[in-house]
């Protein structure tokens, strides 16, 4: 029996009714699922305060990770930090640094004693004005006393800004922080990284504003004691990657003005603290762009963590998603709480979407939003909790916008008869592809055999927008045809076109499909309509697994299709829903024999089959020997 929290919570998850029973831990690291190894990655950068580099695919949960990096960090005292003009160079503005709570308190006496010297010098203004118009009462010259009062009000007020107390401003505040402050800076451009100085289009007359009041700070400044996040890192701009490594190596850093154009390009501050801890995060590719210093950097002082996207489908794991369920009800904040029976549905969706046998998915950013459609749903019927049926609904409208293209594909490639669901057709088969992540499509392969143009040799060409390893695949073909048939393919010419593959092909999972539709073409036999192909070829003849079989196989259902060939040992990866059980049939194949038995039909199939069998037997299965020592 697990427990969602074994030091403190004693509560036997399979034991409740609804997820408003199960307890949500308080800390944010404790709500990580599935990623114990970077969970404790994080745990020892924190006390040690290392930078960190998260890669894996979006939705694992790396900002949470660096959000609970924060809650980690030892208690350190945060400091508040104000910018000070500089009397003797006003271009050049001072720092100071004081416990968090006290640069309010500063600035709020020297905004006091500015107060006190304003009224002073207004009253002694009030008095000097007042004097002259009583001298020029009693000396009866009314007139001239007033245009001597307004001549000394405008000369008193000339010399005012001189004598005005220069208030400093609050930088940085950490009043009332009593944890690390946490900043996102993901996609923040040079100036809200690292700090700005405002143009200011008045820069003379004692009109302009103070170099300090326009000093800004950066997001390197403000996560000073604690962490700074930035998602997709290798996206940003080369020379700010220099710039924040030089933060990050000097843990202070002046302010100056982004713009070269500006005035705030004047300013340059003197050093502001930014001693954060650097967590940066991406997916493989991001890598690509990524400052080679700055990398060097984390992964000389600090740890690279490779994150999970799924998880072993065990009793254990299946309750950390009970517990997720849980914490996204109350992170809404605006749905009801699930039945017990509604997060088994969601738990089956999770195994759905790892797309591998015995798993379960950790993109849980997506799984999240399915949680909170049924929700949704369920708040417009005003039930008290969600419902299997709430879920199942959601699954509809929450569709990615991969499934609603694929749905709108499959509807209009009937609709004008692209391909076809029954009878049999030489040379075009059924092929399957996936779109996006998971969402499955119907994709018509057709070939014909026709005259070789060259005397020397016949040509495989391939039309409709492949990838490298999809072309790879095709080639393959040829020497798995000449093996296994005995058909010498030198004379031909086999076109090939997948049609209307606008979206690409990329893979080889089209490579029974490709086998199948050659063939067919080859020796006349015409390919049934109702199967559709998917799986991965060995030169050998045998038939590999291939991703995304679930989507592929309810697509087929969705497009009419009776049968759906699929690898044997993709078998234990197929989770369709219930509603496709019962419309289509699953085979599964472990050879090319297999898959023409299946897919051929007419008369001359059994011939083919059998002069492949005597091929097969006629080829001799010697492996290499070991070599010999003297």
């Given amino acids: 029996m697990a427990n969602l929290n074994s030091s403190s919570n004693s509560f036997n998850l399979r034991t409740y009714k609804t997820s408003e029973e199960i307890k ?67 271009h050049n503005p001072l720092i100071g640094t004081m416990p968090a709570g006290e640069g309010k308190k500063i600035v709020s006496n020297y905004k006091a004693k500015a107060k006190s010297q304003e009224e002073r010098k207004n009253m002694f203004t009030m008095i000097i004005i007042s004097f002259i118009l009583i001298v020029g009462f009693i000396v009866n010259q009314f007139f001239m006393a007033l245009i001597a009062a307004a001549i000394v009000f405008v000369a008193l007020l000339q010399i005012k800004p001189r004598t005005t107390v220069m208030i400093p401003k609050l930088l940085v505040s950490n009043e009332n922080n009593i944890v690390a402050p946490f900043i996102d800076a993901t996609g923040a451009h040079a100036g809200a990284l690292l700090g700005d100085v405002r143009h200011d289009p008045y820069q003379s007359g004692g009109l302009g504003t103070p170099a300090h009041e326009r000093v800004e700070a950066g997001m390197i400044h403000k996560a000073s004691k604690g962490v700074l996040y930035v998602d997709e890192i290798g996206t940003m701009n080369m020379k700010t990657q220099q710039e924040l490594l030089t933060a990050m190596q000097e843990k202070k850093y002046a302010i100056t003005g982004q713009s070269e154009t500006s005035s705030g390009a004047m300013v340059r501050s003197q050093a502001v603290p930014c001693d954060f801890v650097l967590v940066a995060s991406g997916n493989l590719k991001v890598l690509e762009g990524m400052h080679i210093a700055l990398r060097s950097r984390i992964r000389g002082y600090g740890y690279e963590v490779f994150m999970k996207d799924s998880m072993p489908d065990t009793p254990e794991n299946r309750d950390k998603l009970v517990q997720f369920v849980a914490q996204e009800v109350e992170k809404d904040g605006r749905i009801p709480h699930f039945s017990r029976e509604a997060v ?80 049999g057709k030489i040379g075009t088969v059924n092929g399957l592809a996936i779109i996006g992540d998971r969402s499955g499509i119907i994709l018509p392969i057709v070939a014909e055999a026709a005259p070789a143009q060259s005397k020397s040799e016949g040509k495989i060409i391939a039309t409709g927008k492949l990838g490298e390893i999809a072309k790879e695949a095709v080639q393959n073909v040829s020497a798995l045809i000449k093996k296994h048939t005995g058909t010498d393919i030198s004379s031909y010419d086999i076109h090939i076109q997948f049609l209307q593959s606008y979206e690409g092909v990329e893979g080889d999972s089209a490579s029974v499909s490709v086998a199948t539709a050659v063939i067919s073409s080859l020796e006349n036999i015409p390919v049934d309509q109702s199967v559709a192909l998917t799986g991965s070829l060995s030169v050998r003849g045998d038939v590999l697994p291939v991703g995304g079989v679930t989507g592929k196989i309810e697509a087929a259902a969705e497009a009419g299709i009776k049968k759906v060939l699929i690898p044997k040992s993709n078998m234990h990866d197929v989770l369709i829903e219930e509603r496709y059980k019962n419309k289509i049939e699953i085979i599964p194949v472990e050879t090319m024999s297999d898959v023409l038995e299946h897919a051929l039909l007419g008369k001359d199939k059994k011939g083919l089959l059998d002069r492949m069998q005597k091929i097969t037997d006629m080829v001799p299965n010697i492996g290499l020997q070991k070599p010999t020592t003297h």
């Fill in 24 to 90: 949500v831990p308080e800390k944010i690291i404790d709500q990580i699922i599935g990623q114990e190894e970077a969970v404790e990655t994080i745990k020892k950068a924190a006390k040690q305060r290392r930078n960190v580099l998260l890669i894996g695919e979006p939705g694992i949960g790396k900002s949470m990770l660096a959000k609970g990096m924060a809650e980690l960090l030892p208690p350190e005292e945060l400091q508040d930090i104000l910018v000070y003009p500089n009397i003797e160079d006003n």
């Fill in 344 to 423: 088994a549905e969601i738990i089956r969706e999770a195994q759905r979407r790892s797309g591998k046998k015995d798993t379960l998915t950790l993109r849980l950013r997506d799984l999240g939003g399915l949680v909170r459609a049924a929700g949704d749903i369920a708040k417009g019927e005003s039930a008290e909790h969600v419902t299997v049926e709430h879920v199942l609904n959601a699954k509809k409208l929450a569709r990615t916008l991969e499934q609603q293209i694929a749905d709108r594909y499959i509807g209009q490639k009937k609709q004008y008869e692209t391909f076809a669901s029954e009878g």
